[in-house]
Nanobody
Framework: QVRLVESGGGLVQPGGSLRLSCAVS????????MGWYRQAPGKQRELVAS???????KYADSVKGRFTVSRDIAKNTVSLQMNSLKYEDAAVYYC???????????????WGQGTQVTVSS
């Protein structure tokens, strides 16, 4: 069974930093795009950052220069370093894999359960 488990969320003051991690289990090596999405109350889920197997990255304009996405292929993890956090960064952050290869076939569009990031003074 494929699982994506996020960790690292919490409460941080404006200007502070957090590092989110997503551990993927139940899949073999997959050529894919791993992404971090977020959803604030009353808003649509939005893409924050993504990274391909080859290391190509994309960022939402709102986080460029502040957030850094990375992945460890060997450990099957993806991380999001968030610096200079702002009130508007507060949301539930979700890890996503567009495809994951398993012994039973391909799992498409897999999501984690989310981790809460709260920005407050």
């Amino acid at each position: 069974q494929v699982r994506l488990v996020e960790s690292g969320g919490g409460l941080v003051q404006p200007g502070g930093s957090l590092r989110l991690s997503c551990a993927v289990s139940g899949s073999i090596f997959s050529r894919n795009v791993m992404g971090w999405y977020r959803q604030a109350p009353g808003k649509q889920r939005e893409l924050v950052a993504s990274i391909t197997t080859s290391g190509s990255v994309k960022y939402a304009d709102s986080v460029k220069g502040r957030f850094t996405v990375s992945r460890d292929i060997a450990k099957n993890t993806v991380s999001l370093q968030m610096n200079s956090l702002k009130y508007e960064d507060a949301a539930v952050y979700y890890c996503n894999a567009d495809r994951l290869e398993t012994a039973r076939g391909i799992v498409w569009n897999a999501w984690g359960q989310g981790t809460q990031v709260t920005v407050s003074s």
